[in-house]
């Protein structure tokens, strides 16, 4: 089986754009001949890799098989070129991150220090809800997760670098929003908006109450925390939200958040990759970052 390294990296681009001519664009070839090396590879591997459906790109098994094949042959390489780049004094790359969103009001901010630092590093950022990233993960499409509640069927190395509190919120002129000290059960007759089911704040949550045998009526499940504030400061019911989702004065959300028992939920930001995974020296810096800059903040 003969099959050059660049026709690997342009049937990964193949894989991860759905469409032969974003593949050639990413690969700076025409579509002709992008099309054309498509062509030899399948020749090559004796077996249809992809099928065209409404000028959608689908892969077949095989095609998939040859995909994690490129992705783990163009890894390897990348991480070499770096570790060279390491020896010779040089801190270049890319950094592939696949975050969760409720992690998009604080990785920005540490990303931009973080480039900062080493501006010859370009970053990949992926913001994705929980079953997205844990997609991601499995296919092994990224150098870093960043997740609250990492899977217990994948094998992980996994770092905590920060807290992650989840608090209860309400309208502002809810009529406990004055009360120092509300008992859980006094919620009962709430209504509650929630993240969707599989999020890291709905399991930490769901968690909660099931151990402090609590059952919230749920009024809506939604899949963005803005929503919900939103939701929230119109009067449609309390929530839980991670504070990170609030920022420093809630109350400029048209949310405040209440004193109840048990609050704030004790919960932690993980930074994971897939055990046995070698990670490039631009990763290893990122995480080592991340563990330094959550020790200045604590």
């Given amino acids: 089986m003969n099959v050059s390294f660049r026709q690997m990296r342009l049937f990964l681009a193949l894989a991860e754009t759905g469409s032969v ?22 020749e090559a591997v ?20 040859l995909a994690r094949t490129a992705r783990a042959m163009v890894s390897e390489w990348d991480s070499f070129s770096q570790k060279v780049d390491a020896l010779q004094g040089l801190t270049r790359g890319q950094l592939r991150l696949a975050v ?13 220090s973080f480039c900062a630092a080493h501006p010859n590093i370009d970053v990949a950022l992926q913001v994705l809800n929980r079953d997205g990233v844990l997609g991601r993960m499995r296919e092994n499409q990224d150098d870093l997760y960043i997740m609250s509640r990492p899977p217990s069927d994948i094998e992980l190395e996994d ?3 920060m807290s992650n509190p989840l608090k209860v919120i309400a309208p502002l002129k809810h009529n406990l929003a004055t009360r120092k000290d509300i008992a859980l059960h006094e919620l009962r007759e709430e209504r509650f908006i929630l993240r969707e089911q599989g999020s890291g704040t709905r399991m930490a949550t769901d968690s909660h109450f099931e151990s402090a045998r609590f059952t919230p009526t749920v009024r809506l499940e939604l899949g963005s925390n803005e ?52 990670l490039s020296p631009v990763a290893q810096e990122f995480g080592q970052y991340l563990e330094k800059a959550s020790r200045r903040q604590a």
């Fill in 227 to 278: 929503a919900i504030r939103e939701a929230v400061a119109a009067g449609l019911g309390l929530s839980v939200l991670s504070a990170h989702a609030l920022g420093q004065q809630p109350k400029q959300h048209g949310v405040t958040v209440l004193r109840v028992g048990g609050f704030p939920l004790p919960s932690q930001w993980h930074i994971v990759w897939p055990k046995g995974k070698r």
């Fill in 159 to 161: 770092r905590v670098f």
């Fill in 100 to 112: 969760v969103s409720t992690a998009q009001y604080f990785i920005p901010r540490l990303l931009g």
């Fill in 46 to 65: 004796g077996l249809p890799l992809y099928e065209l459906i409404s000028r959608r790109v689908h892969l077949t098994d095989a095609g998939r098989e």
């Fill in 21 to 42: 001519t974003a593949a050639a664009r990413w690969m700076h070839v025409t579509q002709p001949t992008a099309s054309m090396q498509l062509r030899e590879i399948s």
